[in-house]
């Protein structure tokens, strides 16, 4: 099944009748995508909270308060905020941190992208009202609130990452804690750590595969887990404590803390991983629909949880004078007849649950990348079929040698569920205060129904969030470590890139440097197509006088290509290119912008080289003769032109390099050719429709573009070295000089994100004092 085709339909049309079985089908699929994480979280949270924090005793009042407040949480945190609320702040079916940032980026003008046009407002999928506030205006004139507002949305990214770390660890480990139950403390602790450790190994060896070569497995898994779980619950609740279900009543909570004081509120940071993998329901929202999360959770994993964290209590309430059972925790409760069966599933399903955090880690640091804000990283698309499965070796690896650093260096899942705790409640603060200006700005509701919103939810959060930060020297470090280096990496690398912007759009050469070169701009111009990347979407790049300086001769048609991200998710191939001209009409010089969204899929070399020749044809073709009358100042901005790729533009002009089956087309009556005079080595034709006519000139520059791209194109490449300028603080010549240089000296260059050949690209060197 076409996994992206479906959510389209879904989205286009959420409530048709005939559609409930492709929501149902999405449902199944996103348990075991999206719910691993969370349905694994009955292995570790009894064991977590009674750790050492709260001492058990011989009546009931700590297991019951404890339950009382996993049903609470579960119930206030994924049910009702998640499922009922954050859902609903798509940015055009997508979700996650990043997206609720590029949301807002669209209705205040806070954005991180530095080469942001109007044209990009006119995108479909922008969808931007226009209507003022006084909360929009305040962001929009303070550059302070803006950065601070993209700092929030880096944490919450970063703490996304290191959650990518922890939650491998602690569900692997948890999962082969059942081994302690056939051997003694001594020899368990040799087994289980080499255990866990391959385990996760072999998991992320498995990673370069792609979900979709495994994902068949994983929804079956996660049901089978689910059904077992919930059983065992079932069974645990009438066989040893039918009258478990009065510790749903939030008197016990109260009772729980008037008891326990300081430690059971400290045990609240074990307690708060009940709900570890709830936020994977809104960053994995692309994948699915809103529909079938909230249907998958409401009425499987919801129902399913409940009784596992009932029946675990059912069986503690009757079995305190056990204190070895308490150090097991989960599969002490489980019926000693099924324990081995019921742990091969639990560490299937922790895989399970652990691939999605994983590929969830991927989605964020390919956002990141392509709003600006992470190095450029290899990306591999795993699927052809389903939207979002990639596949990042450096990320992948990275996070392999943090998981095993954290499982050996721990070798418990107290010290691994503090760390783990302090991420998912992090991540949770960050959204629920970016989802308080979705309400303002978004949605235009009112800011006390925003503030009621971040008073309710964050102090709950806020209270978990203490009782994990208290357990700074117990492992909750281990997040603040892993986040404050990612964003050192992000920010350094967002603050370079924005200072090589600014240098770029200052350094720009004139248009009286380019009149005065003349038609042949000074030098012999060769064939072929010479394509200067650039990062400006108007104006005349550094680049290009430095090469014309240097060297002797240049191509006959010179494309200038800015290849940007726009803060949306998608950017509709009928929308992809902006196209324009750079001076005279006879100089032969275009300008083409790329648009990609931020979980776009970039083409691969041949394929964008063909819609890149099309767009400038069809541009061209179409160019309205008032657009070429005398020269566009290119101060402000070229006249441009939404062009879309060959595949989307039906009516436009299509190219064809050495095809026969394209002949069939050439014969049709509404469409002719245009075949270049000669023969060369490569044949490229255009096939043009018949109307309207275009004029003898437009045709003659498409001979020449068929010419051109005949013999071949070169990219001509910026290799820039950036050093601070002459003046600059100690701070940023350390950020400049050595940490800005040592990402893009380690990092993918441009041509590797422009999927070019290496034997057709040229490199220019420049130095940037910025």
């Known amino acids: 099944m076409d996994l992206e085709g479906v959510n389209r339909a879904i989205r286009s049309n959420p409530i048709k009748k005939d559609s409930w079985k492709t929501v149902l089908t999405l449902a199944y699929q996103s348990l075991g995508v999206v719910y691993g994480d969370l349905s694994t979280s009955p292995l570790y949270v009894y064991k977590s909270t009674f750790a050492e924090d709260i001492q058990h005793s011989e009546t009931n009042e700590e297991i019951f308060g404890v339950l009382s407040f996993v049903f609470w949480t579960l119930t206030l945190i994924p049910l009702v905020k998640y499922v009922f609320i954050v859902l609903r702040a798509d940015d055009n079916g997508e979700g996650g941190t990043f997206a609720l940032y590029s949301l807002l980026c669209r209705h205040v003008r806070v954005s991180s992208l530095p080469n942001c046009q109007l ?105 089978t887990w689910l059904l077992c779980i919930s059983a065992i619950g079932v069974y645990n609740i009438f066989h040893w404590n039918p009258h478990v279900y009065q510790a749903l009543s939030p008197y016990y909570m109260y009772k729980f803390l008037k008891k326990t004081q300081r430690g059971g509120w400290m045990s609240l940071g074990g307690i708060l991983l009940c709900i570890t993998g709830s936020e994977a329901m809104f960053a994995d929202l692309g994948h699915f629909s809103q529909l079938s999360i909230k249907i998958a959770f409401t009425f499987v994993v919801y129902p399913s949880l409940i009784l596992a964290y009932m029946g675990q209590a059912a069986y503690l309430s009757r079995h305190h004078i056990l204190e070895s059972d308490y150090r097991i925790g989960f599969y002490v409760s489980v019926p000693e007849k099924i324990r081995w069966p019921v742990l091969a599933i639990a560490i299937l399903a922790a895989v399970v649950g652990s691939q999605a955090i994983i590929t969830g880690t991927f989605s964020i640091i390919k956002q990141c990348s392509a709003l600006g804000c992470f190095p450029r990283v290899k990306i591999v698309h795993t699927s052809s079929k389903t939207h979002g499965q990639i596949y990042i070796p450096e990320i992948n690896w990275t996070l392999m040698l943090l998981c095993l650093a954290v499982t050996i260096g721990f070798r418990d899942t107290k010290h691994m569920g503090n760390a783990s705790g302090l991420a998912v409640i992090t991540v949770m603060l960050v959204t629920t205060c970016l989802m308080s200006l979705v309400i303002v700005l978004c949605w235009h509701r009112s800011v006390c129904l925003a503030i009621c919103f971040i008073f309710f939810f964050g102090s709950i959060e806020a209270l978990y969030f203490s009782a994990s930060l208290i357990k700074f020297l117990e492992g909750a470090w281990v997040p603040i470590a892993l986040g404050f280096i990612f964003l050192i990496v992000m920010y350094i690398w967002h603050y370079g890139t924005l200072k090589k912007y600014e240098f770029d759009v200052q350094n720009k050469v004139s248009i009286n440097w380019l009149l005065g070169l003349g038609p042949n701009l000074g030098i012999v111009r060769v064939r072929g197509i010479g394509l200067i990347n650039t990062e400006l979407v108007s104006g005349i790049p550094a680049i290009f006088s430095h090469f014309v300086t240097n060297l002797p001769a240049f191509h006959q048609v010179v494309v200038f290509l800015c290849i940007k991200s726009v803060p949306v998710p998608h950017v509709r191939p009928k929308e992809r290119f902006l196209v324009g001209r750079v001076g005279p009409k006879e100089y032969r010089l275009y300008r083409c912008i790329a648009r990609y969204g931020y979980r776009d899929i970039h083409k691969d070399d041949l394929e ?48 064809c390099d050495d095809d026969p089956d394209f002949s069939e087309l050439v014969g049709t009556s509404e469409l002719r050719e245009i075949r270049s005079p000669e023969k060369p080595r490569k044949r490229v034709r255009f096939v043009l429709p018949e109307s309207p006519r275009i004029d003898m000139e437009a045709q003659e520059e498409l001979h020449e573009l068929m010419e051109a791209r005949e013999a071949g194109m070169a990219f001509i490449l910026g290799h820039s070295y950036v050093r601070a300028k002459r003046g600059s603080s100690f701070m940023k010549r350390i950020v400049i000089n050595f940490g800005y240089d040592f990402l893009r000296r380690n990092s993918r260059g441009p041509n590797y994100a422009l999927s070019l050949p290496h034997a057709s690209t040229l490199e220019v060197g420049m130095v940037y004092h910025v």
């Open 608 to 655: 964008f080289e063909k819609d890149l020749v099309c767009s400038v044809a069809e541009f061209i073709r179409s160019e309205r003769p008032e657009c070429v009358v005398g020269v566009v100042d290119l101060e402000n901005d070229e006249k441009m032109t939404v062009v879309g790729t060959s595949s989307s533009n039906f009516e436009g002009i299509k190219m």
């Open 119 to 223: 044209a990009d407002e006119e995108l479909s999928e922008y969808k931007n009202d226009g209507i003022g506030s006084s909360l929009k205006s305040t962001l929009e004139k303070y550059r302070v609130l803006q950065k601070v507002l993209l700092l929030l949305a880096l944490i919450g990214t970063c703490m996304v990452i290191g959650d990518g770390v922890l939650t491998p660890a602690i569900s692997v480990f948890s999962a082969v804690s059942g081994l302690e139950l056939s051997m003694s403390k001594e020899q368990h602790q040799y087994v289980e750590v080499p255990v866990a450790c391959a385990i996760l190994v072999f998991l992320f060896a498995l990673q370069h595969y792609g979900t979709h070569r495994i994902g068949f497995l994983f929804a079956p898994i996660v049901i």
